[in-house]
C-alpha cells in the first residue's frame, strides 16, 4: 500500500497570502495518477488536481500542481476567503488507492 | 455534469449489514469505474472500493472481506454491503466516478450512516 504523508497538518493564513502544501510517497508514484481535492466544511470533497499539475475542470489559476516521484506539491498562490478548507493528495495508479491524512488551512 | 445520489438507511445496528445505493442520474455508468468512499467523523478519506461498469471489481483488503460492490447498469446504479458493522463503520460514505486519467472527478453529496443499538 502507498502511504501518503502531508503536512504540515494545520496551516493558519491570511487571505492574499501564498501556500504550498506537501504529499510525499512511501514509494515512487507515476505523476499521471496524483490528485489533490479541495472538501470545504460539511461539502463533499472537489477535485482540484488531477495528473499531478493538470487543473480540474472549473478550476481558478491560482491553484496549481507539481511533483514527480515521491515529492508532489500543490500551490495556491494568492488565498480567497473560500480556499480556507482542507486539502488531500490521492494516488489512484495502483490498488488500495489512498489519500494523504490532509491539510487544513484555517484562517488566521 | 455527471450527477450522484447515495440513498439507503442512515442508522445500522451492530453486526448487521450497511447498503447503500449510488444512482447516476446524469450521465453514462458505462466506461468508467464507480467507486465507495468513507470518512468517519473528522478524520479523513478512506477508499472502500470501486467497481467497473463491466462488473470487475477491486476492494480494500483493511475490510477484511466484508465489503461488495455491484452495479445495475440498467438502472444506472451501483451499490455497496458492507457486513458485519461495528461503530467503527459509522462514517459519511461517499460515491464517486472514478478514471485513472483523472481520479475521482464526480462526487455524491454523502451518505452519513451511524451504526448504532
Known amino acids: 500500500e502507498i502511504v501518503l504523508t502531508q503536512s504540515p497538518g494545520t496551516l493558519s493564513l491570511s487571505p492574499g497570502e501564498r501556500v504550498t502544501l506537501s504529499c510525499r510517497a512511501s514509494?515512487?508514484?507515476?505523476?499521471?495518477?496524483l490528485g489533490w481535492y479541495q472538501q470545504r466544511a460539511g461539502q463533499a470533497p472537489r477535485l482540484l488536481i488531477y495528473?499531478?499539475?493538470n487543473r480540474a475542470t472549473g478550476i481558478p489559476d491560482r491553484f496549481s500542481g507539481s511533483g514527480s516521484g515521491t515529492d508532489f506539491t500543490l500551490t495556491i498562490s494568492r488565498l480567497e476567503p473560500e480556499d480556507f478548507a482542507v486539502y488531500y493528495c490521492?494516488?489512484?495508479?495502483?490498488?488500495?488507492?489512498?489519500f494523504g491524512l490532509g491539510t487544513k488551512l484555517e484562517i488566521k | 455534469q455527471v450527477q450522484l445520489q447515495e440513498s439507503g438507511p442512515g442508522l445500522v445496528k451492530p453486526s448487521e449489514t450497511l447498503s447503500l445505493t449510488c444512482t447516476v442520474s446524469?450521465?453514462?455508468?458505462?466506461?468508467?469505474?464507480w467507486s465507495w468512499i468513507r470518512q468517519p467523523p473528522g478524520k479523513g478519506l478512506e477508499w472502500i472500493g470501486h467497481?467497473?461498469?463491466?462488473?470487475?471489481?477491486y476492494y480494500n483488503s483493511s475490510l477484511k472481506g466484508r465489503v461488495t460492490i455491484s452495479v445495475d447498469r440498467s438502472q444506472k446504479q451501483f451499490s455497496l454491503k458492507l457486513t458485519s458493522v461495528t461503530a467503527a463503520d459509522t462514517a459519511m460514505y461517499y460515491c464517486?466516478?472514478?478514471?485513472?486519467?483523472?481520479?475521482?472527478?464526480?462526487w455524491g453529496q454523502g451518505a452519513l450512516v451511524t451504526v448504532s443499538s
Open positions: 464517486a466516478r472514478h478514471t485513472y486519467l483523472w481520479g475521482n472527478d464526480y
Open positions: 446524469v450521465g453514462s455508468i458505462n466506461s468508467y469505474f
Open positions: 467497481i467497473h461498469y463491466s462488473g470487475d471489481t
Open positions: 514509494q515512487t508514484i507515476n505523476s499521471m495518477y
Open positions: 495528473g499531478a499539475s
Open positions: 490521492q494516488q489512484y495508479g495502483t490498488t488500495p488507492v489512498t
